[in-house]
């Protein structure tokens, strides 16, 4: 077990370090700089080299990763390029921000994905049909989508702010002020992710009842509710589990759409900022937070996993 | 949907959907009056034409509109001009339907868009951009794969290793954030062709690992039956043996896979357009369309801008209702 949470340890380090360099490198090689971003066309040529030869822009590209490199190992991750404050206290906000976000909508979705899940896949009918029809929809509409028609929805009744994520004069303190504008990014990644694990919730659901246990648990008189919520839940609750790892990408991706479409001040949005400005620093920070996130996410979601189910260990 | 006669009936349905986007896709010149640029300055953000039969005074006439009448030009507001009927002509000038007046009263079933452009042409054609992208992408993604899951598979040893780990990898990471990363290597404005090609690559890039996973688990198995032992011993090659003998089977889950992608590559594109790093603006394609409708007037005003985002619906529960009973669809939201 503590070989195991090593090498996921080790592999979570590995994903930081190599997304942030990507991204920096990558970020680099674009053509134009932040430079001639921000100053354009009409600069003088002087006055851009010596902005360049002050951010360090005129460096080669080896040169100039490498010393971000150096210099990220020792937790100094440089300077934005069009903010000019330092990288680490640009991103803590925005990233707190995009976690609440994602914590939110998989908290929503798996409280309503779940339950249903299990209520769809132990009966047939009317209900489960209806449950599978509702995921079917909601599948089909993924966060970008789901987002623009709620916020289609909340324009048209006026029930929920459309932007953003605090008011200007919040009417009931800033904690709830901030619940208020989460409602409709939140449920925008949360609902097509609760119909994901409705359906995966169902299907193995399923395929626990049919289980020769069940039937003999079943016969030996215990109530059927009490079967289903508690010996049926425990076996299939561990395939739904597996899944968690993959969704925490899902979830970041569907993050990104709505910060977009709801202007919610996220990572994802700072990014994008980020890379139009060419502000490489701040773009392979986000990067780098986006992938300490990834990690910490798969790293817990292989954690409950191992503890769940031993056959996991070992891979 | 309960039992199989559901699940047929859906992918009827789904298969329906489906064939019949794109064919509005291929046919956009015929079914849609007016091509994707054509603007009609007096007419910006107006709203849908509706086609009446019956005049105001209840006679009855063949399919006629009425001309907008601008009321407001500050608010955009327009009203029925009731005083004259404009037919409406059939098959005139390779178009289905089309206004006998396009000049001062044109046909625009979905209304127009803030550039006065007719959004129901548009939408036809940003239908091939958004299909044809995204179907491109698909296929990109099988062929790279097929080849990757189908050598992995076959070659085993230390050549898999570090094929899966390297798919892992991609597959870990956020796929949106990816394409991002590497959209921006370019610059961020581009030539529509460059943009096509750009993102089918980037998206085929992204997609292939699903598909080279599965494929390469689906070659493992079938490599050591009789039927590919067979084929070894008769003296074909190892690339005969993947090509010809060990990807057949894996035939019903590219289909699966591919299904469950080109929707993931429609709404990747619209996200990338929406955001600007896709399509550039005068060419229409379901992103830009969103891009162009992007606020908030939008939603209490002008709602018939979004119809592309309905469209993206309409596709999307398309595909994934031709999967009824096959598949979940975890992949599909990636």
Known sequence: MARYAIRRLAFSLFLVVAVSSAAFVLARLAPGDYVSTAFGIEAHRDTVEQARERLGLNKPILVQYGNWLAAALR??????????????????????????????????????????????????????????????????????????????????????????????????????????????????????????????????????????????????????????????????????????????????????????????????????????????????????AGAIFLASGTLVSDIALALVDPRAREQ | ???????????????????????????????????????????????????????????????????????????????????????????????LASSSDDRTAPLMLLGADSFGRDVWSRLLFGARASL??????????????????????????????????????????????????LRSVLPLVLAPTAVFLLLTGIFAIIGAPFMARGVRAIVRTERDLDYSTAARALGASGARVVFRHLLPAARGFIGVEMTLLVPAFVVAEATLSYIGLGFPDPIASWGTMLHDASNVRVFVDFPWLLSPALAMFAVVLGLNLTLQGRATGVESMR
Not at chain 1, 202 to 214: G, K, L, N
Not at chain 1, 230 to 257: C, E, H, N, Q
Not at chain 2, 11 to 35: D, M
Not at chain 2, 144 to 154: D, H, K, N, P, S
Request: hydrophobic share 55%.
């Open chain 1, 75 to 288: 937790f100094d991750f440089g300077r934005s390029l069009q903010y000019d404050r330092p990288v680490i206290e640009l991103i803590p906000e925005r990233a707190a921000n995009t976690a609440l976000l994602a914590v939110t909508a998989i908290v929503l979705a798996t409280a309503i994905g779940i339950p249903l899940g299990v209520v769809a896949g132990s009966r047939r009918g009317a209900v489960s049909s209806a449950i599978a029809a509702a995921s079917l929809v909601l599948l089909s509409m993924p966060p970008l989508l789901t987002s623009l028609f709620l916020l289609f929805m909340a324009a048209r009744t006026g029930w929920f702010p459309i932007a953003g994520m605090r008011s200007a004069a919040p009417a009931y303190g800033p904690f709830l002020d901030v619940i208020y504008h989460l409602v409709i990014p939140a449920a925008a990644i949360g609902l097509p992710l609760a119909a994901m694990l409705e359906r995966l919730q169902a299907q193995a659901t399923s395929e626990a009842v049919a289980q020769p246990f069940v039937a003999a648990t079943l016969a030996r008189g215990i109530p059927r509710a009490r079967v289903i919520w508690r010996d049926a839940l425990k076996p299939s609750l561990r395939s739904v589990t597996s899944v968690y790892g993959l969704i925490v990408g899902t979830l970041l991706s569907g993050s990104f759409a709505v910060e977009v479409v709801a202007a919610w001040p996220g990572l994802g949005s700072l990014m994008l900022d980020a890379l139009r400005a060419r502000d490489v620093y701040l773009v392979a920070g986000c990067a780098g």
């Open chain 2, 1 to 95: 949907m309960t039992g199989a006669a559901g699940a047929d009936r859906a992918r009827v349905v789904g298969g329906a959907i489906v064939v019949l986007s794109i064919a509005a896709a291929l046919l956009a010149p015929v079914l849609g009056p007016h091509g994707p640029g054509d603007q009609f300055p007096g007419l910006l953000n107006a709203p849908p034409t509706r086609p009446h039969l019956a005049g105001d005074d209840g006679s009855w006439h063949r399919p006629f509109i009425y001309r907008w009448r601008l009321v407001d030009r500050l608010e955009q507001r327009y009203e029925e001009d009731r005083s004259a009927r404009v037919p409406l002509h059939w098959f005139a000038g390779g178009h």
């Open chain 2, 132 to 181: 044809g992208i995204a179907i491109v992408a698909a296929l990109g993604s099988v062929l790279l794969g097929a080849t990757i899951g189908g050598f992995a598979g076959y070659a085993g040893g230390t050549a898999d290793d570090v094929l899966m780990r390297g798919t892992d990898f991609i597959m870990v990471l956020p796929a949106m954030y990816v394409v991002l990363a």
